[in-house]
């Protein structure tokens, strides 16, 4: 009677499997082939950094957006298979010192809190900022990027002409402009505070489309995704003819990993995450990643960056 | 205007419907070599639109059927039941359930220590299979479950209207006939009240098809984000646009071919 | 309750600017509509072909995808005729909210004019009415009545789908709920009910006076 039932019960799995088998991506089919994903260690060679604090054991899943997600994480636009962006070289360097594998979990930016908050995955890196409200809820590792706003605006537009891209340009400087950035960026806030600024917000797509077609007179945003849509770095990236990064990057600020409060593990992951970032730093390996991205400059000293 | 008028315009007319799907087709040419590389892409979310559609429109015709009975029931709290169902759900947008489904009932669950896609995981592991299940399981699960109550309740006032449609006295006949209510049911309600709801039923399933497309707010690669996802990374601007159309293209090809059905389906049943 | 004052007063917000979107687009949608049937109906090829394509391809994609289509398409046209200040949400949302309707509206204009019988026209004509006097003062008049339940049922499916506008960050009710819920991640219910209350007091009278109004018009018929 027993087996029976379960024969039928691994049947109908089977079926239910094959359906839930073309929704996955092919990528996955393809590993589908080898049959499970590891949940046993497959231990290679020395490890540098412990990985106690996952989730799921030799998994290291963290949480981003990659529809709107160039250059942080994003499909390459030559070949879709592929997860590129310079957090999928971060995530692939932490978890090589780990000895692991790492897992980029598809999130919708707005909903990468709450998602952190049901345990989704292990933490957020998406370009993630440290804010009041985001302290309440969740524990922070140490940066692993230190970035400024960037302004860009079109090469053509005469109002600009007298700003290169190292004159120092801060807000006053945009004021009586229509500014484009995108909803929930940083920039967002910091536009607000300037009521002389017109601001657009953009809550999609990025606002670089309608710079170029003299909707607005100026962007100002996260300086790598500028080195992305402007400057063309990275894989994808083509230079845009049209436009012209202005002045310093300001209103610097860090991009950190964030972690589940309430989760008891929290804090042995972010202090391995912490370690692995320290050995990061130091080996040369975020540097030559943010040489790749169009992303290097001399603030990432402050940070230990070397 | 005169026949010659007509005809000189109509050719004329025609020359130009020719240029301009001749245009059409040089556009999507322009872009031969985007349409080769991401046609794989949008044929697999293609499919999951698909499944995601079938699997929903199965659940919302037994939902629907359910809530059919539900409303013509002799019993009232079950018809009050089935009233407030319908009634909530056609008052309100299809985002905003699935809004409730996915991030409130999903996350509420969740903090319980429901989750679909650990049951799904662990399921598939015994299988060894679970590289299988997609990260986003728990999103077509409660998208699934939203579209499926959504639609569950327009289908509930289809099945109902269908049901009504069948004189009384017929069922009346049969009771007297000594055939119990479920058997009237089957054998003389349903097989004349189905032939009036295919017509509108098929036309929801067009409708369930293009709302299957605001699953893409969780993240679930369905053929709307899978043009989400390829459209945002290109820096031109033509290439963006050119995605999404390819895109939209790909839910023309899958609903047209149903609208066409519907509409035969329609005529027929009008010649009785 | 986490609803503050403020909150309450931004979905009331939200709740107008819904009844805002649908106001201005369905009588958009029922002029656009009645166009394309007309055109439709016409003996003219040219007239009648491009309405069939626009109706064929409107009834048969997202309104999600079109209103990304729009959003991009219809930008760049107001750009190069100088009218970049009138682009955005309101101008994406509005116009393919009464494309898209006007589709559907357009089947109903076409099924209404239809189902008058054709003799009747055929008298009119014989009477000495032209063309014109006979629809406008025959069929229309017989028309309409069959058609306004129909319309009323459309002005609320369009209650309901001007949700969609919030994914390109309009203002209306499900994009004011959206914002909420983002702050609000841990506890979003009283957001979630709110919203339904305000989409259910916006619906239910419509669908309500609907009824009424198709029972009168069944009973003079």
């Given at each position: 009677m027993y087996k029976l039932t379960r024969r039928k019960l691994l049947k109908q799995a089977r079926q239910a499997g094959g359906v839930i088998a073309v929704g996955a991506s092919l990528e996955s089919l393809l590993v589908a082939c080898?049959?499970?994903?590891?949940?046993?260690?497959?231990?290679?060679?020395?490890?540098?950094?412990?990985?106690?604090?996952?989730?799921?054991?030799d998994k290291l899943q963290w949480g981003a957006d990659?529809?709107?997600?160039?250059?942080?994480?994003?499909?390459?636009?030559?070949?879709?298979n592929n997860l590129v962006g310079f957090e999928v070289e971060v995530a692939n360097a932490i978890a090589k010192l780990m000895g692991i594998t790492q897992h980029q979990v598809e999130t919708d930016y707005n909903k990468l809190e709450a998602a952190l908050q049901a345990n989704q995955f292990d933490m957020i890196m998406n370009g993630w900022e440290i804010t009041e409200d985001r302290k309440k809820t969740e524990l922070f590792s140490v940066p692993y990027y230190h970035y400024g706003q960037q302004t860009v605006v079109r090469k053509d537009d005469e109002r600009f002409a007298k700003f290169n891209d190292t004159s120092d340009v801060s807000l006053t400087d945009l004021e009586g402009y229509t500014v484009g950035t995108g909803a929930g960026y940083k920039a967002a806030d910091i536009l607000g505070t300037d009521t002389k600024i017109k601001t657009k917000l953009y809550d999609t797509d990025l606002p670089f489309d309608d710079l170029a077609q003299k909707k607005i007179d100026a962007v100002l945003i996260d300086q790598p995704a500028v080195a992305y849509y402007v400057l063309g770095a990275g894989p994808g990236g083509t230079k845009n003819p049209d436009l012209r990064p202005i002045g310093k990057p300001f209103k610097a600020d860090d991009y950190v990993v964030g972690f589940n409060k309430q989760n008891p593990n929290a804090q042995t992951l972010l202090n391995e995450i912490n370690q692995a970032f320290d050995i990061l730093k130091k080996d040369g390996t975020l540097h030559r990643i943010y040489v790749k991205w169009s992303m290097w400059n001399d603030l990432q000293a402050q940070i230990g960056i070397v | 205007m005169n026949k010659r008028g007509t005809k000189g315009l109509n050719s004329l007319f025609f020359i130009a419907l020719t240029v301009v799907i001749f245009g059409f087709f040089y556009y999507l040419y322009s872009f031969k070599p985007l349409i080769i590389l991401y046609l794989p892409f949008l044929l697999q979310g293609t499919v999951a639109t698909i499944i995601i559609s079938l699997v929903s429109i199965v659940l919302a015709t037994l939902l629907g059927f359910g809530g059919a009975l539900g409303r013509l029931s002799s019993y009232v709290p079950i018809r009050w039941l089935a009233t407030l169902y319908v009634e909530v759900i056609r008052g309100t947008p299809v985002l905003v359930q699935l809004l409730i489904w996915y991030y409130g009932f999903g996350n509420l669950l969740s903090s319980l220590g429901f989750n679909p896609y650990t049951i799904a995981f662990q399921l598939m592991t015994v299988l060894q299979n679970n590289s299988l299940v997609p990260d986003s399981f728990n999103g077509f699960f409660y998208g699934v479950i939203g579209l499926s109550f959504n639609y569950g309740a327009y289908l509930t006032e289809v099945f109902r209207s269908g049901i009504e449609s069948v004189p009384r006295g017929q069922s009346e006949a049969a009771l007297s006939l000594g055939f119990t209510p479920w058997h009237t049911l089957r054998r003389i309600v349903l097989p004349q009240a189905i032939r009036l709801t295919i017509p509108p039923f098929t036309n929801y399933f067009i409708t369930l098809i293009q709302d299957?497309?605001?699953?893409?707010t969780f993240a679930i690669t369905e053929l709307e984000q899978q043009t989400y996802a390829l459209a945002f990374?290109?820096?031109?601007a033509n290439k963006k646009l050119f995605v999404f159309v390819y895109g939209a293209l790909f839910y023309l090809i899958i609903c047209y071919p149903l609208s066409l059905l519907a509409r035969y389906l329609e005529r027929r049943m009008a010649r009785g | 309750m986490n609803l503050t004052h403020q909150d309450f007063l931004a979905f009331l917000g939200g709740a107008r600017d819904t009844l805002i979107y649908c106001a201005v687009s369905f009588p958009l949608a029922l002029f656009l509509g009645l166009i394309l049937a007309l055109m439709s109906g016409s003996h003219l090829l040219w007239l009648k072909t491009p309405a069939r394509i626009f109706i064929e391809v409107m009834r048969s994609t997202p309104m999600l995808t079109q209103l990304f289509l729009l959003y991009y398409g219809v930008g760049a046209v107001l750009v190069s005729f100088n009218?970049?200040?009138?682009?955005n949400a309101w101008v994406a949302g509005i116009t393919s909210l009464a494309l898209n309707y006007a589709a559907y509206e357009a089947e109903i204009f076409r099924a209404g004019m239809l189902s008058v019988d054709y003799g009747q026209i055929e008298a009119a004509l014989s009477l000495g009415f032209t063309k014109r006097q006979s629809f406008l003062r025959i069929v229309l008049p017989q028309a309409i009545p069959l058609m306004i339940p129909p319309f009323v049922n459309d002005f609320i499916y369009m209650l309901k789908d001007s949700s969609v506008v919030s994914i390109i960050s309009g203002t209306e009710l499900t994009a004011v709920l959206s914002a909420w819920v983002s702050h609000h991640g841990s506890n979003p219910f009283a957001g979630y009910a709110l919203a339904i209350v305000l989409y259910l007091l916006l619906s239910l009278p419509t669908s309500y006076l609907a009824r009424l109004l198709e029972q009168r018009l069944r009973a003079n018929l």
């Open positions: 080898g049959g499970n994903i590891s949940t046993t260690s497959n231990a290679p060679g020395a490890t540098s950094v412990a990985s106690k604090g996952l989730l799921v054991p990659f529809t709107s997600g160039a250059p942080y994480v994003f499909k390459d636009p030559a070949n879709p | 299957s497309a605001l699953l893409s990374p290109q820096v031109d | 009218l970049a200040q009138y682009d």
